[in-house]
């Protein structure tokens, strides 16, 4: 009785000072999270011209001449002549410089190119997926398949256990 008594004084006691603590862990908290939800919102608006601005690029602008070239390349190598002559017609619709066997990278407008906080960003967002999907994982759901294994046939754990198995019991 006396500790259930004790007991009582301790949640008495115990309660207002943690919900005390709750309540000024929120307040301080809160403020904290209000100012990095606004940045994120901030920097999702400015990143959104840029990013429309470099699929605008890809689209009507690498897309259609990666296509093109492709296309040229294979019938280079398709039309008529020694191998040397269509590979090097193909290399030349590549955008190849001769003697160099990688096409010419097409140059990127300066302003499509990525900042340098966003390319920080995006390789530790990359980091943070890589280190999630290296994480081990477990299914709560899955069974032991060797839990609930049933035999019918029987194991002598003793030498006398054996002994009376094998003369037929």
Request: proline share 7%.
């Amino acid at each position: 009785m006396r500790a259930a008594d004790l007991a009582g004084q301790g949640v008495d006691w115990a309660a207002p000072r943690a919900q005390a603590a709750l309540n000024s862990a929120i307040e301080h908290a809160t403020p904290a999270i209000e100012h990095a939800a606004a940045r994120a919102q901030a920097a999702a608006a400015q990143a959104a011209p840029a990013i429309e601005n470099a699929r605008e690029h890809l689209v009507d602008d690498y897309l259609p001449r990666a296509s093109l070239a492709v296309n040229q390349a294979g019938a280079a190598l398709s039309a008529r002549g020694s191998l040397s002559e269509r590979a090097r017609r193909a290399s030349e619709a590549l955008g190849c410089r001769s003697g160099d066997a990688h096409p010419q990278a097409p140059q990127v407008p300066r302003s499509a190119r990525l900042r340098p906080d966003g390319l920080v960003g995006a390789v530790a967002g990359a980091g943070y997926i890589l280190w999630k999907r290296s994480q081990p994982i477990e299914d709560p759901w899955a069974e032991e398949y060797w839990a609930d294994l049933d035999t019918d046939s029987f194991v002598p754990d003793t030498e006398a256990e054996k002994a009376t198995f094998e003369a037929g019991e």
